[in-house]
T-cell receptor, first 113, second 114 residues
Framework: SQQGEEDPQALSIQEGENATMNCSYK?????LQWYRQNSGRGLVHLIL?????REKHSGRLRVTLDTSKKSSSLLITASRAADTASYFC?????????????FGSGTRLQVQP | DTEVTQTPKHLVMGMTNKKSLKCEQH?????MYWYKQKAKKPPELMFV???????INESVPSRFSPECPNSSLLNLHLHALQPEDSALYLC?????????????FGDGTRLSIL
């Protein structure tokens, strides 16, 4: 079964607005990563947050992690049309020692110009 | 431009054909991955190679055969595929096989089985 589930499945906003995507996972983790995938392209790594971190920033991206709720959120501020893409969270599985990443179901973000 | 190069970009093959997908990286990464991605779904891990040795096979059918000839190259040999194998096949690499490493993806090979 998938480690991560994301919501919403799809999100449509206007340029300049903020976009928030949520990821929930089932087992304990060491690391959680977020990736972006433009249509017809490969995935691009955005940010990695470790299990002992609660928040991390990178440019217009802000990621939070709540290990007690087994959830993470990705906030994109001041969105641009170029942010239109699918966004995936990915986790390992600390309880089994599995280092491979399992990807969540993804959020399709549409930013209207 | 991606640092992981996959060829071909598109492949159409019949169920009796044999073909190979190729992946190359020159970042000195020692872990390489094959993923399968269906439309509007997340990537699903197929194989992991670490230091040119197969570390994970996610119970992939034997009609998919991976090969890692050297630290820069990863192949996926295809034989007697089924229509349900039509998908985007993504290759990725990371410095080491560890979840604290970001993975770098190629743009994939879009495979169609007739």
């Amino acid at each position: 079964s998938q480690q991560g589930e994301e919501d919403p499945q799809a999100l449509s906003i206007q340029e300049g607005e903020n976009a928030t995507m949520n990821c929930s996972y089932k087992t304990s983790i060491n690391n959680l990563q977020w990736y972006r995938q433009n249509s017809g392209r490969g995935l691009v790594h955005l940010i990695l947050i470790r299990s002992n971190e609660r928040e991390k920033h990178s440019g217009r991206l802000r990621v939070t992690l709540d290990t007690s709720k087994k959830s993470s959120s990705l906030l994109i501020t001041a969105s641009r049309a170029a942010d239109t893409a699918s966004y995936f969270c990915a986790t390992d599985a600390a309880d089994t020692g599995r280092r491979a990443l399992t990807f969540g179901s993804g959020t399709r973000l549409q930013v209207q110009p | 431009d991606t640092e992981v190069t996959q060829t071909p970009k598109h492949l159409v093959m019949g169920m009796t054909n044999k073909k190979s997908l190729k992946c190359e990286q020159h970042m000195g990464h020692r872990a390489m991955y094959w993923y399968k991605q269906k439309a509007k779904k997340p990537p699903e891990l197929m194989f992991v190679y670490s230091y040119e040795k197969l570390s994970i096979n996610e119970s992939v059918p034997s009609r998919f055969s991976p090969e890692c000839p050297n630290s820069s190259l990863l192949n996926l040999h295809l034989h007697a595929l089924q229509p349900e194998d039509s998908a985007l096949y993504l290759c990725a690499s990371s410095q080491d096989y560890n979840s604290n490493q970001p993975q770098h993806f190629g743009d994939g090979t879009r495979l169609s089985i007739l």
